[in-house]
Structures are given as structure tokens and as C-alpha cells.
């Protein structure tokens, strides 16, 4: 069947970026998004783009793609979104920390991987508030830095001015399955008939494939963080992660040496919580600090007082320049994930077309949105999809099970 008119469910960096590359294809697309752009995880995380720790396979594949994507994205998208091309890194405090650090590099740099170490003095040259201490880091050049509540919204205008029709405050309550086939969505303002749905939803994509009978295996990962009030004269040049986060990627776990002793804290352990520790400086100078990690029974998007606690415990020991900072606000967001970490890009049925279950979605979703056009216009995709399709085996994510990445 000819696809011509596409209903996209999600007004997120997938769903946006769906809505761009299917109207710049010539369909009629129509997006609904229940409150407004950027809602939901895309509006609420610290601008990474982070191949860093990407794994072999769909996953590096995929991020490398749409970093090189990005830079085609700056000449052509409508608005500013702020893009860094200025790298990212994983500093470490202990010589035992930079052991297992330098044989990461090491063996990421043995696939052809771009990776360097870097001693502690130019960490300090990088990121001005760091402890003195700091012996240094690995630095991945790929990594880059963007605004993405303002991407969503550099993609969503993009797509209006190819003729697209997005439609904010407009909640979809149900997909329309007829005949085998998905054939439209329920609106909060009635019923929408299409050729193709995108259900590129994050979070709430689970609620919705229910309603034809399609089970999802997506999670919801809440992280808290926090913004400063813009300081340009503290100078953080890259992405920054701190030690903590090594044990969440399977690059540092599976390394011979690995010791999760090392990269551990006792707060964690006390409060349930683990500390994704990072910070991240916007073009205004304000720095995106956090972030404290857990896995709530529902979507909540409130932070709470002991996840700010202790993600603020980690900044304040490793960034004393930014310990007499004001805080501006405060806020929380949930990330959808899958238990093999890798989103699900599929046709489950007929008219179905499920971009969901991206943890690293900065780094996924522009390439996202090519691949599922390329789908809808029955091209063959640009990267292999057998890694994500939706029959793979995946586990059921429970209320307060960690992922690992």
C-alpha cells in the first residue's frame, strides 16, 4: 500500500524528527503532541549528544550517523539549537579509577574508535571548576553539546515550513486498528484517519501500542537535575561525566580490570539512587548539573529531595568552583529505555511504525527519523534495523529495576 498521509504520535526529538524527513519527503503528516513540544525527555535532559560508551553494533552505528547528521542539520534546520562540537569526557580521581579509564581508551581506540587520554591539567583547562585534584580523563572528540527543547523545535518548524501540520494540546487517547491494519488515532478532538502512524511517543508509547494489543517492552528512567543561573565566567567547555557513571556502560564492565568498587559510592547504596554525575554549560553560561537516577512505579516528572541531594552531594565534591553558584531551577524527567538498551524501529503491524525505547535519544533520534522515513517510503534503511526490531527478545522493565547501558 501507498503511504501518503502519516499521522506522527509525539512531540519529541523522534517524533519531530519523523515529521521533518516524512514532509520534506512530500507526505501530508500531521503531528499530535498532548501538551506541548518537547514535553517530555527531549525537553528535560542536559543536551548530550554522547557516543562516549556506545556500544558496537546499532548502537554506535546509529549515534555516529546522526553525529555526522548534525552538522548537516545546523545549515539546514530554521532555527538555532545551540550545537558543540567540543567533545566530551569521563575524568577520574584515583590511580585505580585511571587504570580501568586508560583501558577503555585503549581498547575502544583498537576498533577505530575516536578516543584519547588526557591528563589531568588539560581536564583543568577544559572545565574550570573542577576539583584540583583530578588526574585526568578519557575525551571522546565525537561528543557534542546541543539545546535540545530548542532542536525539537528547530526540527517541528522545519517540518511546517515542508507542510507539515503539527498540532500541540492535542492528546491522542488510542491507536485505530481496522482490518489487520492501523488506520488512524483517536484524538482529545476526535478521530484522525492516516495511511501510516509514527508512535514516537518516549514514555507513553507503552500506554498507547496497548490499545491494539501490541506489549512494549519500554521502561521509564527518571533523572533530576538542576540549572544554575547563567555564569559565562566559569568556563565548561566539554560534556563532563564524573567516575560514577562508568559502572552503567558495558564498555567499562566487561573490561578485564573492572572493579565496581572503584566507582561507587556509599550514598548510593543508602538511598537507593545512582548518581549519573555530569555537568554541562549552556550558550548563556548556565551549567545543567545531576543527575540522580531511579525507576518510579509511573511517569513522574517531579524531583525529588533526596535525588537532588545526592546528585548535588557529587557536584559539590568534585566542582568546588560552582559550590557558591545559584541554583535556578529544578526538574525531573523520565527515559525511555529497553532492557538491551538499543530502541525498538519497526513495523509490528501493518500502518504501525514504532520509533521507541531511546535512552540515548539525542544521539538515536535524527538518525530516527531518517530510518523510519525510509521505512514508510519502502526504501531500504540506511543501518541494518535487525538490532532493533520489535520481535527481539526483550524483558518487561519493573518499577525500580536499574538499567544498564
Avoid at 142 to 148: G, P, Q, S, V
Wanted: include cysteine.
Amino acid at each position: 500500500m501507498s503511504i501518503d498521509k502519516v499521522a506522527v504520535v509525539g512531540g519529541g526529538i523522534v517524533g519531530t524528527a519523523c515529521a521533518y524527513f516524512l514532509a520534506r519527503e512530500g507526505k501530508r503528516v500531521t503531528l499530535f503532541e498532548e501538551t506541548a513540544l518537547a514535553h517530555g525527555a527531549s525537553g528535560r535532559n542536559p543536551g548530550f549528544v554522547w557516543l562516549h560508551t556506545r556500544n558496537p553494533g546499532f548502537g554506535r552505528e546509529v549515534s555516529l550517523a546522526s553525529r555526522a547528521l548534525y552538522d548537516q542539520l545546523v545549515e539546514d534546520l530554521p532555527l538555532d539549537f545551540e550545537f558543540r562540537p567540543s567533545g566530551g569526557i569521563i575524568f577520574y580521581t584515583t590511580e585505580e579509577q585511571g587504570a580501568i579509564v586508560r583501558e577503555f581508551v585503549e581498547t575502544v581506540q583498537a576498533d577505530g574508535y575516536p578516543m584519547e587520554h588526557i591528563d589531568g591539567a588539560e581536564v583543568r583547562r577544559m572545565v574550570e571548576p573542577i576539583r584540583e585534584d583530578v588526574l585526568g580523563a578519557s575525551f571522546c572528540p565525537a561528543d557534542a553539546c546541543i539545546n535540545t527543547p530548542l532542536l525539537v523545535r528547530s526540527f517541528a518548524e522545519g517540518a511546517r515550513q515542508a507542510g507539515a501540520e503539527i498540532r500541540e494540546g492535542v492528546g491522542v487517547t488510542r491507536l485505530i486498528e481496522e482490518g489487520g491494519r492501523v488506520v488512524g488515532v483517536e484524538t482529545s478532538e476526535g478521530r484522525f484517519e492516516a495511511d501510516a502512524v509514527v508512535l514516537g511517543a518516549g514514555a507513553w508509547a507503552r500506554k498507547l501500542a496497548d490499545t491494539v494489543g501490541i506489549q512494549l517492552a519500554v521502561g521509564g528512567e527518571r533523572l533530576q537535575v538542576a540549572a544554575t543561573v547563567p555564569v559565562p565566567e566559569i568556563r565548561v567547555e566539554p560534556l563532563v561525566y564524573g567516575p560514577l557513571v562508568t559502572k552503567q556502560y558495558r564498555l567499562f564492565r566487561d573490561l578485564p580490570s573492572w572493579d565496581a568498587a572503584h566507582f561507587t559510592e556509599p550514598y548510593e547504596d543508602e538511598a537507593n539512587i545512582e548518581v549519573l554525575e555530569l555537568i554541562s554549560q549552556r550558550r548563556n553560561g548556565e551549567i545543567l548539573m545531576g543527575c540522580a537516577m531511579d525507576y518510579p512505579d509511573d511517569i513522574d516528572l517531579r524531583p525529588t529531595v533526596e535525588g537532588l541531594a545526592r546528585s548535588l552531594q557529587s557536584i559539590v565534591q568534585d566542582f568546588p568552583g560552582l559550590r557558591g553558584v545559584a541554583v535556578d531551577r529544578v526538574w525531573a524527567g523520565i527515559l525511555p529505555f529497553t532492557s538491551d538498551t538499543a530502541p525498538i524501529i519497526d513495523e509490528p503491524i501493518p500502518g504501525l511504525f514504532l520509533g521507541s525505547g531511546h535512552v540515548y535519544g539525542n544521539a538515536a533520534g535524527p538518525m530516527t527519523g531518517r530510518l523510519i522515513t525510509q521505512l514508510i517510503m519502502e526504501q531500504e534503511p540506511e543501518i541494518a534495523l535487525d538490532e532493533v526490531r520489535f520481535d527481539r527478545v526483550l524483558e518487561m522493565p519493573g518499577a525500580g529495576v536499574a538499567v544498564r547501558w
